[in-house]
Structures are given as C-alpha cells and as structure tokens.
C-alpha cells in the first residue's frame, strides 16, 4: 500500500468519525462491509458490533455481581461488627471484654490464629493461649514502635520477627495477618493460613471501628 491510499485510508475512517450516523443512512453497506478478527473468521460489521456489545453487557454484568457481592460482605462485616462492640460492652471486667474480643475474632470473623499483646497485665487472664503481656520498653516490640504510635491497622504478610512475637511457635502457620494496633494497650492480630486472606490495601474501617470498641470498652475499667 503507497502513502497516497494510506493517507485515503486515513481520510474516510477521520470522516466517519465525524459522521457516524452515515451507516444509517446506507444500512446494506453496514452489513457488507468485513472487519477482519485475531481469533476468528472475519465478521460482518453488524454482527460485528453486536458481538462487542455482548462483550459489553458481560463486563457490566460482571461488575454489577461483584459489587452486590463486596456489598453483601460489606453488610455482614457490619452485622459483625455491631454485635462484637454490643458485646464488649456487656462485659463486667476488663478479663473478660478480652476474652469476648478474643472468641469474636476466632468465631464470627474466622481467624486461624487470633493473639492479643497487651502492654500491661490485666488480672485474670494469665492462663489464655491467645494473650501476651509484653512491656513497651521491651526489645521484642521494637518492630511495632511506629504502628503502636499511629495506630494504623495492617494488613498483609508481616516481616518474620513480627510472627514470631505474635504468634510464637506457630509463627510459620501464618500466612497473613490483620494487625490492629491500640496505642498505649497494645496489639490485637488476626493470624490466616491462607497468603490472601489479608493483603494491602484491603479496606480496615472495620478494623478500626473494632478498636475503638475495644479501646472504649475497656477504658470502662481503668483505676
């Protein structure tokens, strides 16, 4: 093809563009004309265009039931979330708000591994699988310093050494983890055996709104 018919080429396809109801006008020319395809034979214009308007309908089908979906777990995360924060306040001691905290985030939230560091001992709970009480200045909670400053939830594969203070001996089960640090009490981390259960970037209003529930709560019991 010389530059002459290139540049005719280019002619009539910007003049279509500034007229498209020109087809309508000649509907025979429509159906005549071939458009060439990758994956196939080649295609009449018409069925053509009505081919890329499934394709259309079936990308916006698919969003359409991905949002009802992401809507519906919104809707459940906040049923959860409202009866875990009813909960806490019930509760008649700071023991057992932990402890509700703790069985909320196993049973209703489906946590593999739940653990909760606490930077100060709370009576009644020396014999919980799920609890640590670590002290700020201490060297093992040197990787949480920033988070437990900011408070910002994280969610994600956490660094190895961050397993190990959460999750001790069963460190390497954890594949993520969402981490919802609570400056001036401590760390509360939903551990997964599954690397995507949790990633970056995932939304933690939820999380958020778990840990002022808690913080609120046991703020009741304070001396």
Request: glycine share 6%; hydrophobic share 45%.
């Amino acid at each position: 093809m010389n530059d002459h018919e290139k540049l005719g080429a280019h002619e009539v396809a910007a003049w279509l563009r500034r007229h498209p109801a020109f087809l309508k006008q000649f509907p025979d020319l429509a159906l005549s004309l071939v458009v060439p395809r990758d994956d196939g034979p080649a295609a009449s214009l018409a069925s053509y265009q009505l081919e890329v308007l499934r394709d259309k309908n079936r990308e916006l089908s698919k969003r359409l039931n991905d949002l009802f979906a992401n809507a519906q777990e919104n809707e459940r995360l906040a049923v959860r979330t409202h009866q875990l924060t009813l909960a806490l306040l019930k509760q008649d001691n700071a023991a057992d708000t932990l402890r509700a905290m703790a069985a909320s985030l196993a049973e209703d939230f489906n946590g593999d591994r739940v653990s909760i560091v606490l930077l100060r001992p709370v009576a009644g709970l020396e014999d919980a699988e799920w609890l640590q009480v670590i002290d700020e200045s201490n060297a093992h909670l040197v990787p949480f310093r920033d988070c437990l400053k900011d408070g910002e939830p994280i969610c994600g594969r956490l660094q190895p050494e961050k397993n190990v203070v959460l999750y001790a001996g069963r460190a390497e089960e954890v594949q993520s983890s969402a981490l919802l640090p609570l400056p001036g009490v401590g760390l509360v981390a939903v551990g997964s055996l599954d690397p995507n259960r949790f990633y970056p970037g995932m939304g933690t209003l939820f999380l958020r709104m778990m840990g002022e529930s808690l913080n609120t709560a046991l703020k009741r019991f304070e001396a």
